[in-house]
């Protein structure tokens, strides 16, 4: 059975993508799902997290297989993932280059990060068109959110008007997640407890619920 993708995409940079990747990779694997992670961006900051991972975690990845492509092999590494595991997720990077467009193609679900700022909401034009255009399903997810405050409410009215759905749970602007990531793991295996916690396993069950994984 091919597995589920699933592209995190953003064109501002900030957002908080590769947290969310790792975040929510970590959280299925502990949850038994076979995850890949597919690094596309340049930067290589979740290749860095996995291999700290690797380093003080678990040297096989802890449930997790990580890949870094572009360019021609990206499509290649994204179907050879898709036969092994359950799950993939893939980190893009913040900008429309003819990665992104692919692995929005191939996705079942396109995930938006979005604090809940204006410059933020506007930044989101790209993405969100480049998914309608690939006809693939968008989910817009509030991140880094303030503990206070009535801006979400705000957002989240306007990004209605677009029909584009936004995710019931949200992410708060908590030090556990980035805490977390320093010791390459996932808030759900360094902090179990943690508010953190369950803001990300009910963001994961909340995605598995719409790919029909739960």
Known sequence: MTAKAVTIAQQKGGAGKTTLAAQLAVTYARNGLRVGLLDID??????????????????????ITFVQASGWRL?????????????????????????VRIA????DLILVPIQPSPMDLWATGPTLDMARKEKSPALMVF???PAKGKLVDAVR????????????????????FAASIMEGKGVVES?????ASRE?????????IKLGLN
Do not use: C
Request: hydrophobic fraction near 40%.
């Open 75 to 99: 499509s290649t590494e994204l179907e050879r993932l898709r036969r092994d595991v359950d799950l993939v997720l893939i980190d893009s990077p913040p900008h429309a280059e003819t990665e």
């Open 42 to 63: 340049p930067q290589g900051s979740l290749a860095a997290w996995f291999e700290v991972r690797k380093a003080l975690v678990d040297e096989n990845g802890g449930g």
């Open 104 to 107: 929005v193609r191939a996705a």
């Open 143 to 145: 991140n880094r959110t």
């Open 157 to 176: 009215k306007k990004i209605s008007e677009s029909e584009v759905p936004v995710a019931e749970s949200v992410l708060g602007n908590r030090v556990a």
């Open 191 to 195: 902090n179990p407890r943690h508010t």
């Open 200 to 208: 990300i396993k009910a963001l994961a069950m909340e995605i598995a």
